[in-house]
């Protein structure tokens, strides 16, 4: 059983930055794929960026690759995405969830296990 919990969302003007966090319980954290999710209203939930057990492999789709970061640190049980650039479309719940695989994955059904999501609002 893994829980998380994100935080570091909020309201930024357009062209700036978040550094969104996700805490992990458990003692096997380093063993997880952690992914980075997110939903505006109205939208399905998209894929915003992966990253593997040791953290030696990312992935981001083109909607995001250059501005936004995907890192661990398996010490501290945490993983974390730093986001520039900041555009009004980036608005959304972002999520982050882990996937008992040691892989990167960039697809929802491949995660076992969800945070509450935070709450990113970039205004124009």
């Known amino acids: 059983q893994v829980q998380l919990v994100e935080s570091g969302g909020g309201l930024v003007q357009a062209g700036g930055s978040l550094r969104l966090s996700c805490a992990a319980s458990g003692r096997t954290f380093s063993t997880y794929a952690m992914g980075w999710f997110r939903q505006a209203p109205g939208k399905e939930r998209e894929f915003v960026a992966t990253?593997?057990?040791?953290?030696?492999?990312?992935y981001y789709p083109d909607s995001v690759k250059g501005r936004f970061t995907i890192s661990r640190d398996n010490a501290k049980n945490t993983v974390y995405l730093q986001m520039n650039s900041l555009k009004p479309e980036d608005t959304a719940v972002y999520y982050c969830a882990a996937a008992p695989i040691t892989s990167i994955g960039d697809s929802p059904r491949m995660y076992d296990y969800w945070g509450q999501g935070t709450q990113v609002t970039v205004s124009s």
């Open positions: 990253i593997n057990s040791s953290g030696s492999n990312t």
